[in-house]
């Protein structure tokens, strides 16, 4: 197997350190990984990274698709509940990082256009969205060790991917002043060899 994406490219960490807390050996293609270009939608008619390519070339896109396969290859640390109302909160968790991901990626590329075709509005729309997944992670984070409970999961590796991406791409974004509970969850996932070992 081996696997599409950039070295920055927040949604394809998450998919690295998934595969570092599974023990499991993939390689990463970087050269391969251009999104939009002809050899990624080769294997992602989306043209989108991180897309997983498989021994017999199928492909698998997007992260949560492929997150979710990796978790059933090795019983090594489970990440996702295996059913009911608790594997639903886990992935509701994913879903409200990957959302908060989704309008910083929003605003990367409106921040990219030419200054008379830029929104404004839209770019604020964005980082309202931003804005308001921090305050309902960290409300709904609390006190907890982690986001479910006391076993570190995959809603963690999301929540903990945004946060990093945010210091890396949105410098000028103060998160940690109003969200005490993120900054805690924050540290002890930095610590963790899975986060060491893919900083961008
Ligand atoms: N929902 C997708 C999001 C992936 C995504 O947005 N990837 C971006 C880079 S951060 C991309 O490849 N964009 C290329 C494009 O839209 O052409 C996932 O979780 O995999």
């Known amino acids: 197997m081996k696997l599409l994406g950039s070295l920055n490219n927040p949604f ?18 970087v050269e391969e990984a251009v ?23 199928a492909s698998l896109y997007d992260s949560r698709v492929i997150v979710e396969y990796l978790d059933t290859l090795s ?4 990440l996702i509940p295996p059913s009911g109302r608790e594997r639903a909160a886990a992935k509701g968790w994913e879903a409200l990082a990957d959302g908060l991901l989704d309008a910083c990626v929003a605003i990367l590329a409106e921040r990219k256009r030419p200054d008379a075709q830029r929104s404004r509005d839209l770019i604020a729309a964005q980082f309202e969205t931003v804005h308001a997944a ?18 570190f ?18 410098q000028e974004l103060d998160w940690r002043t ?13 610590a963790r060899p899975s986060f060491a070992d893919t900083q961008p």
């Open 134 to 151: 921090l305050a309902a992670m960290d409300q709904q984070l609390g006190e907890q060790l982690f986001c479910m409970g006391v076993n």
């Open 35 to 57: 999104p939009g270009t002809l050899s990624v939608r080769t294997h992602n008619p989306l043209g989108k990274t991180p897309c997983l390519v498989m021994e017999d070339d």
């Open 12 to 29: 394809v960490r998450k998919v690295r350190i998934v595969l570092a807390e599974k023990k499991l050996n993939v390689q990463l293609d």
């Open 178 to 190: 109003a969200h005490a509970n993120l900054v805690r969850l924050h540290e002890k996932l930095l």
């Open 153 to 170: 999961s995959l809603a963690d590796i999301a929540v903990g991917c945004a946060l990093c991406h945010l210091d890396s791409d949105f």
């Open 75 to 78: 019983p090594v640390g489970r």
